[in-house]
C-alpha cells in the first residue's frame, strides 16, 4: 500500500501570507496526486488534480507541484475562506489512499 | 448538475450489519467509477472501497477487507456499500464519490452529503 505524508498536521499563518503544505509518497506515483479542501460538517472539494491542475472554478491563488514522491501545495496569498484542513490523494494505484490532512488555522 | 444522496446509515450494534446505498444523478452512472471514502469523528479521510464503471473489479481498503462490499446495480442508478462485523472502529461519515473519469482510479470530483454511522451498544 502507498502511505502517504503530509506537513505540517497544523499551520497557523495569517490573511495575506504565502503558505506550503507538502505531501510525500512512500513509493513514486508520478503525477497522480490530488488536494482537496474541507470545511467543518461539510464534505471535500477538490482543489488540484494530477499535481498541478487547477480545478475548474479554484481561485488561481492556490497551485499546486510535484512528482514523484514529493507533492506541494501553495496558497500565495490567504484570503479569510481558505482557513479549512487540505489533504492530498494519490491515485497512482486502484487503492487510493489520503494524507492524514493540514489543518490551516489564523495566527 | 452532478448530485450524490447516500442513505442508510445510522446506529448499530458491534458484530451487526448495515447497507448504505448512493444514488446519483446529473450524469450516466454506468460510465463512470465509483468510491466510498469515511472520515471518523475528528479524523482524517480514509478511502474505503472502489468499483469499477461495470461493477466488474471491486478494491478494498485492508481494514475493511473481507467484512465490507461494494457494489452497484447500474440498473437501478445505485451504488451500495454492504457493511458486516461492524466494530467501533467503522464508527464515521461515510461519503460516496466519483471521480473525474470513466477509470477506476481518479480524484474524486463529486462528493455525496455523507451519511452518519455509528457502532455502539
Known amino acids: 500500500d502507498i502511505q502517504m505524508t503530509q506537513s505540517p498536521s497544523i499551520l497557523s499563518a495569517s490573511v495575506g501570507d504565502r503558505v506550503t503544505i507538502t505531501c510525500r509518497a512512500s513509493?513514486?506515483?508520478?503525477?497522480?496526486l490530488a488536494w482537496y479542501q474541507q470545511k467543518p460538517g461539510k464534505a471535500p472539494k477538490v482543489l488540484i488534480y494530477?499535481?498541478?491542475n487547477l480545478e475548474s472554478g479554484v481561485p488561481s491563488r492556490f497551485s499546486g507541484s510535484g512528482s514523484g514522491t514529493e507533492f506541494t501545495l501553495t496558497i500565495s496569498s490567504l484570503q479569510p475562506d481558505d482557513f479549512a484542513t487540505y489533504y492530498c490523494?494519490?491515485?497512482?494505484?486502484?487503492?487510493?489512499?489520503f494524507g492524514q490532512g493540514t489543518k490551516l488555522e489564523i495566527k | 448538475e452532478v448530485q450524490l444522496l447516500e442513505s442508510g446509515g445510522g446506529l448499530v450494534q458491534p458484530g451487526g450489519s448495515l447497507r448504505l446505498s448512493c444514488a446519483p444523478s446529473?450524469?450516466?452512472?454506468?460510465?463512470?467509477?465509483m468510491t466510498w471514502v469515511r472520515q471518523a469523528p475528528g479524523k482524517g479521510l480514509e478511502w474505503v472501497s472502489g468499483?469499477?464503471?461495470?461493477?466488474?473489479?471491486?478494491y478494498n481498503a485492508d481494514s475493511v477487507k473481507g467484512r465490507f462490499t461494494i457494489s452497484r446495480d447500474n440498473s437501478k442508478n445505485t451504488l451500495y456499500l454492504q457493511m458486516n462485523g461492524l466494530s467501533a472502529e467503522d464508527t464515521a461519515v461515510y461519503y460516496c464519490?466519483?471521480?473525474?473519469?470513466?477509470?477506476?482510479?481518479?480524484?474524486?470530483?463529486?462528493w455525496g452529503q455523507g451519511t452518519l454511522v455509528t457502532v455502539s451498544s
Open positions: 513509493q513514486s506515483i508520478s503525477n497522480w
Open positions: 446529473g450524469f450516466t452512472f454506468s460510465s463512470y467509477a
Open positions: 490523494q494519490q491515485y497512482n494505484s486502484y487503492w487510493s489512499s
Open positions: 494530477k499535481a498541478s
Open positions: 468499483i469499477s464503471a461495470n461493477g466488474g473489479s471491486t
Open positions: 464519490a466519483r471521480g473525474r473519469s470513466a477509470s477506476s482510479s481518479s480524484d474524486l470530483t463529486y
